[in-house]
């Protein structure tokens, strides 16, 4: 086989190539590509840079809902204005490695990679946040946990590409809480995302780093929702409810052990951040 | 049979046609191995310790994480290529007092009110190290780079491993940023490894830099870039 690399400028010419080549490495950032790379656990013959084209980095504001370009960087997440549109999604990718690894790394790689670690994901997933997946005949449209199907895994097919992501645009409340061992260039051992939407009267709770993929904490969310007196905007901040909705949170946890952390550790840091992440989206409005 | 690509890069204003590449090639890998541009050290190549930081066109990464191939059509910009011909000359440097670079910090300690308290306070040491980094500046040639001027100054360097990581990471930051505070300095060299100094004198170093590259207007503005 021919040992190629593609560089196309557009996103019609990349999903042109990936229809004749599927074999394809599609190559984003690199932060993650690169480290297998240099580790010789990838071996890439031919690979598509999406380097070069210049739509996956750009991002829309339409009506009720943001569109995020799957190139778009985690340090022009961090920067208005993308961070005042959606502030949890820049919280989380605030979080994300160091200057070095957010100026190269996407979310659609975020995405792609799928690692139950994926700062972005819990967030991405209470935000009812939709992944937008292109080939050259068509375009689907998927929830996060229906995208990503386990550690390591999505419903990616090698002729698609992963080309953005749409995020509903409400009134909202936005919450990112991260378990690392240090602040900066770490893997979490545990993530909470919460989001409480006061138009349409819904919470969102995503957990990252305590399951195979970003778990939704269901339980939380319909027990908050109730809990909530969304006409006078006050959520429940009472002993007893932050302690009702950690441990909520914490039984939606599937987390396991391994060289990060103890499960019993994970669930414990998942309950403590839910209650800080409600006192914090209450405080917000204080 | 051994697939390669060739491949153009263009690295601190220069263009270098390389032949025989392999895919897989990282850009540190190249201006290691291939270029001879020891500078950006290798270290974890997995992005975890920044020593292998250059800018990609205006944009500061670790080049362990770039793919060569990839890097065609971009500007890179190494430790190597910061040096101080980018510098005006000295006459054309714009001071705001006549006064040397660095003769506060000759002064005796408490003479002179500090600027950048909240940094230096985080290196809290009873030797005299105001004095220690001014005679220090004064040693190290006017022309060399500011902010590699001042990490030699301030005595930010043990072992020097990580030093053009963090030249690089401190250069982009001045650049963005030319008074960062405390917390915007720490953020910027977090992606940076050092484990001989404790960070203290990089820490004096920044804000060293920060006084240096205030003097040094040009910077902001690599030469390369503005042709």
């Not at chain 1, 645009?169 to 006061?198: C, P, Y």
């Not at chain 2, 290529?81 to 000759?106: C, F, H, K, N, Y």
Request: hydrophobic share 40%; aromatic share 4%; charged share 20%.
């Amino acid at each position: 086989m021919v040992m190629s690399i593609n560089r196309p400028t557009s996103l019609e010419e990349a999903l042109q190539i990936l229809a004749d080549n599927p074999e394809m490495e599609i190559l984003g950032g690199g932060t993650d590509f690169m480290v297998e790379v240099n580790y010789g656990h990838r071996r890439p013959v031919s690979i598509l840079s999406l380097s070069r084209i210049a739509e996956l980095r750009d991002f829309e504001v339409s009506g009720s809902e943001l569109y995020l370009g799957s190139g778009i960087t985690f340090s022009k997440l961090v920067a208005p204005p993308l961070a005042e549109l959606v502030p949890g999604l820049a919280q989380a990718a605030r979080t994300v490695g160091s200057p070095q690894i957010r100026n190269a790394g996407t979310i659609g790689g975020n995405l792609a990679t799928a690692s139950p670690a994926g700062d972005t994901l819990p967030i991405l997933l209470a935000l009812d946040a939709r992944v937008e997946i292109s080939s050259l005949n068509s375009v689907r449209s998927l929830r996060i946990n229906e995208f990503i199907t386990g550690p390591k895994q999505t419903v990616l097919q090698p002729q698609e590409l992963i080309t953005g992501i749409r995020v509903p645009l409400h009134d909202s409340s936005q919450e990112f809480l991260k378990v690392g061992t240090r602040n900066a260039m770490v893997i979490s051992v545990a993530t909470v995302a919460l989001v409480i939407d006061w138009d349409s009267y819904r919470v969102g709770c995503g957990l990252g780093s305590v399951g195979p993929g970003p778990m939704e904490a269901l339980e939380a969310e319909r027990w908050l929702a109730a809990k909530i007196d969304w006409g006078n905007r006050r959520i429940p901040l009472e002993e007893s409810a932050l302690r009702s909705f950690s441990e909520l949170v914490a039984r939606a946890a599937r987390p396991i052990d391994d060289h990060r952390s103890t499960a019993e550790y994970r669930r414990h840091a998942v309950a403590v951040c839910a209650r800080r992440a409600l006192e914090r989206a209450s405080h917000a409005y204080e | 049979m051994v697939a390669t690509l060739d491949i153009n890069l263009k690295v601190n204003g220069r263009d270098y046609p390389l032949k025989d590449v392999w895919i897989g090639e990282s850009l540190l890998y190249v201006l290691r191995e291939r270029l001879g541009l020891s500078g950006s050290k290798n270290a974890c190549e997995q992005g975890e310790c920044g020593s292998c930081s250059v800018l990609l066109d205006d944009t500061l990464v670790c080049s362990c994480l770039v793919l060569a191939a990839d890097a065609e059509g971009v500007e890179v910009t190494t430790v190597e290529g910061i040096e101080g011909t980018d510098m005006p000359s000295q006459t054309e440097t714009a001071t705001p007092s006549s006064r040397p670079v660095g003769d506060d910090l000759l002064a005796a300690p408490g003479s002179v009110p500090h600027r950048h308290d909240a940094l230096h306070s985080s290196y809290q040491n009873p030797v005299d190290t105001e004095r220690i980094e001014g005679e220090l500046l004064q040693a190290t040639p006017p022309d060399m780079h500011p902010v590699k001027r001042a990490f030699a100054a301030a005595g930010a360097v043990q072992c020097g491993f990580c030093t053009p990581g963090l030249v690089m990471a401190v250069t982009d930051l001045l650049r963005h940023n030319p008074h960062p505070s405390e917390l915007d300095a720490r953020e910027a060299i977090s992606g940076n490894l050092c484990r001989c100094t404790g960070y203290g004198r990089i820490f004096a170093a920044i804000r060293l830099a920060e006084e240096l590259v205030q003097q040094s207007p040009n910077l902001r503005a690599p030469s390369r870039r503005a042709q």
